[in-house]
C-alpha cells in the first residue's frame, strides 16, 4: 500500500520542492525555521534524500507524480530551488512561488545556472526570488499576510502564456517543441 501523503493541519498550505537530483538542505532549514514560528503554516516538503530532520516540516524524500501533482494543486503557495519544471507547472496554475536558487558556491550544485534562471524568471509575476533565508522568510511573510495569488502578467495574453508553455515543455521533454511566433525587441522588462 502507498504511502498517502497531505499537508498537516493549518490554514496556510505550504508545498516545499527540493528537486529529484540533490537534496537542499539552506532552503529546508530556511523553511523550518520559518515555519517555526508560523503556527498557521503547514509546510509538506519534498526534500530528496536528505537525512536533517526538520521539526516543523512534513517531509518526504520524494513523490510520485500523480501525488506530486495534487501536493501543488492543493498547496496556497510554493517554495522551491529554481527549476524550470517548477517554475512551469506554478505558472500555470497561477501559485506564487518563492524560489531560492542552489548555489555552486555552497557546493549545492556544479555551476549557478539556477541562479540565471531565478534572475530570468524574477519578471513573471508569481515568482519572487529569495538567495538567502532571510529573504525567503520575508517573502513568505508578505505572501501569508496577503494571501494574494498574483495573476500572470499580460492576463489579456492567455493565448501566448499558454503556447509559450507547451513551446517550453516540448523543448524540455519532447525535444520537440512548436514553433513560437518570431518577435523583434525584447518584451516589456526583460533583459537580456
Avoid at 501525488?67 to 517554495?79: H, I, K, P
Avoid at 507547472?89 to 539556477?114: F, I, T, Y
Wanted: proline letters at 5%; one cysteine or more.
Amino acid at each position: 500500500m502507498t504511502e498517502v501523503i497531505r499537508y498537516p493541519s493549518g490554514s496556510l498550505r505550504v508545498f516545499a520542492i527540493a528537486g529529484t537530483q540533490l537534496p537542499f538542505p539552506r532552503l529546508m532549514m530556511a523553511l523550518n525555521d520559518w515555519a517555526a514560528r508560523r503556527c498557521d503554516a503547514a509546510v509538506l516538503a519534498q526534500t530528496g534524500r536528505d537525512h536533517a530532520r526538520y521539526s516543523h516540516l512534513s517531509a518526504v524524500d520524494f513523490i510520485d507524480q500523480r501525488r506530486f501533482d495534487a501536493c501543488l494543486a492543493e498547496a496556497d503557495l510554493v517554495v522551491a530551488h529554481a527549476g524550470m519544471g517548477t517554475i512551469l507547472s506554478c505558472a500555470e496554475l497561477g501559485k506564487p512561488l518563492v524560489v531560492m536558487p542552489r548555489l555552486a558556491s555552497q557546493a549545492e550544485h556544479r555551476n549557478d545556472h539556477q541562479a540565471d534562471t531565478a534572475r530570468r524568471m524574477a519578471h513573471l509575476s508569481n515568482v519572487t526570488v529569495a538567495g538567502d533565508a532571510p529573504a525567503l522568510a520575508a517573502a513568505l511573510d508578505r505572501l501569508a499576510e496577503t494571501r494574494a495569488i498574483p495573476a500572470l502578467r499580460d492576463r489579456g495574453n492567455e493565448t501566448a502564456a499558454q503556447e509559450l508553455i507547451l513551446a517550453l515543455r516540448g523543448f524540455i521533454w519532447d525535444r520537440e517543441a512548436p514553433a513560437l511566433p518570431v518577435r523583434t525587441g525584447w518584451p516589456r522588462g526583460a533583459r537580456a
